[in-house]
């Protein structure tokens, strides 16, 4: 745990370029999307223990007309506290004078520098700010320790919920490499075998944890081998994952 008269910081991932105003398909940081379950890029989750004006905050981008019609549908600062249970929620653009009031009056900051180098910027420069003005008197912090411990030791316990997510997951699985044994023959490239992983995952409304690993031959012994180009041949090994 945090401690009572702390306060957690996450950011979500960032958006990467693909060409010019091309994007890869955005993936939410883990650990972000593990307890907001909220997948837009630039956002910032904030808990703080008995804040009267509530706990749970997210920072996230206002809604714009303009960008959904090019990107889809955003939630807004409305729609974090009416569809994530957010107590509060701020423009994300406002993230200076956001941080610095909900770190006013904390001991400890709980943040894993190193991940992400703009909220980085922003949380130190947040924290010197209360530093420099400790002559005023109050509670500041005094420290910042790294949130990524303390998350993945309470990840380590699964809930019941967990444990049947985790079941089902097992069950997909199954029956997409039980595809693939039916599927797997001469001639058929490696791509092909991914596509039928990929759509046994989508007939479940489900997408993969990770990159899908189909090698033949000796691409088996390659650990991590996702290029996944070959043509299967007669007699080869075919390892899926």
């Known amino acids: 745990a945090i401690g009572k008269n702390s306060v957690a910081i996450l950011s979500t991932a960032d958006l990467s370029t693909r060409t010019n105003d091309t994007y890869y398909p955005f993936r939410s940081d883990s650990d972000f ?3 907001t379950g909220f997948s837009e890029p630039q956002a910032l989750m904030m808990i703080a223990p008995g804040r009267p004006e509530g706990e749970f905050i997210l920072c996230v981008r206002p809604k714009d007309p ?3 019609t090019w990107e889809g549908f955003m939630e807004g600062l409305d729609g974090v506290i009416k ?3 957010a107590n509060e929620s701020f423009d994300i653009a406002d993230i200076d004078t956001v941080l610095i009031d909900v770190m006013r009056s904390r001991e400890k900051i709980a943040y894993t520098i190193g991940k992400n180098s703009f909220y980085d910027d ?3 420069k947040a924290f010197n700010a209360l530093k420099a003005n400790q002559r ?3 509670v500041i912090p005094n420290e910042i320790v790294s949130l990524e411990p303390i998350i993945h030791e309470m990840r380590q316990i699964k809930s019941r919920q967990e444990i049947q997510l985790m079941k089902r997951s097992a069950r997909i699985g199954v ?3 039980l595809r693939v044994m039916r599927e797997c023959k001469p001639d058929v490239y490696e791509y ?3 596509a039928s992983i990929r759509h046994q995952f989508g007939q479940h409304g489900s997408i993969p944890s990770y990159n899908s690993i189909v090698a033949s031959g000796d691409n088996a012994c390659t650990l991590h081998y996702v290029e996944n180009q070959s043509k299967l041949k007669q007699g080869d090994l075919l390892l899926t994952d």
């Open 33 to 35: 999307y593990y307890y």
């Open 66 to 68: 303009l960008m959904e």
């Open 83 to 85: 569809n994530y249970d």
């Open 122 to 124: 922003k949380v130190i």
């Open 136 to 138: 005023q008197g109050g």
């Open 175 to 177: 029956e997409a490499h």
């Open 192 to 194: 092909q075998i991914e």
